[in-house]
């Protein structure tokens, strides 16, 4: 079946423009990870949605940063007034449910002039 | 707090040679530890993993190992070729948690 799909894969933005970065996950899948990735390093965990539960919001890094997730399907990352160090690669990923294998979509790589 | 430390940074091999990663983790309830390879410009893919109560794991030419009195597991690459060229990333999850604990990755190379 379809894997995590990711849009859009890439998204140039001016400093101080909000963007919306879209997941769509594995069918089927009740957990929803958000992570960055900026250049050359590893993954920060941003927020993580299960199911109906109220989302585990502790890795988004300032008030700026906002994500929800419709019908327990898609979800949706938005960056408002966005600034230069939030430039890089926003991945996505999805489980059938807690302690279960983790797949990523292809990232949208957000670049902020 | 938990915390995964992957080495080495970087891992230049020839190919047909064998290659070898290390993670050690922090958190002794941590009982899942995936491996992910990243290709440029793509996302994080699983490639193996092992659950605490296995020591090791094979497929093909990858194997996992789990050493869990020493918190440490290890990624093994035989015969490499040019195309296991990339960013490797081992992780963590903490029982009966959802966090992944990621490692900071391994950049390999294989030369031909």
């Known amino acids: 079946g379809a894997g995590v799909s990711q849009s859009p894969s890439n998204k140039v933005t001016e400093k101080g423009k909000d963007v919306e970065l879209r997941c769509d996950p594995i069918?089927?899948?009740?957990?929803l990870y958000w992570y960055r990735q900026s250049l050359g390093q590893g993954l920060e965990f941003l927020i993580y949605?299960?199911?109906?539960?109220?989302?585990?919001k502790s890795g988004l890094p300032s008030d700026r940063f906002s994500a929800e997730r419709t019908g327990g399907s898609v979800s949706t990352l938005t960056i408002q007034r966005t600034q230069q160090e939030d430039s890089a690669v926003y991945l996505c990923?999805?489980?059938?449910?807690?302690?279960?294998?983790?797949?990523f979509g292809s990232g949208t790589q957000l670049s902020v002039l | 707090g938990e915390n995964v430390e992957q080495h080495p940074s970087t891992l230049s091999v020839q190919e047909g040679d064998s290659a070898v990663i290390k993670c050690t983790y922090s958190?002794?309830?941590?009982?899942?530890f995936p491996w992910y390879k990243q290709e440029l410009g793509k996302g994080p893919q699983l490639i193996i993993d092992?659950?605490?109560?296995?020591g090791e794991k094979k497929d093909q030419r990858i194997a996992v190992t789990l050493n869990k009195t020493a918190k440490h597991f290890s990624l093994h690459i035989t015969e490499t070729q040019p195309e296991d060229s990339a960013v490797y990333f081992c992780?963590?999850?903490?029982?009966?948690?959802?966090?992944?604990?990621f490692g900071t990755g391994t950049r390999l190379k294989v030369l031909a």
């Open positions: 990923a999805s489980s059938k449910g807690s302690n279960e294998k983790l797949f």
């Open positions: 069918s089927g899948h009740t957990a």
């Open positions: 949605f299960q199911g109906n539960s109220a989302p585990d």
């Open positions: 958190d002794s309830a941590s009982n899942y």
């Open positions: 092992i659950r605490s109560n296995v």
């Open positions: 992780a963590a999850l903490y029982s009966g948690t959802y966090k992944y604990i």
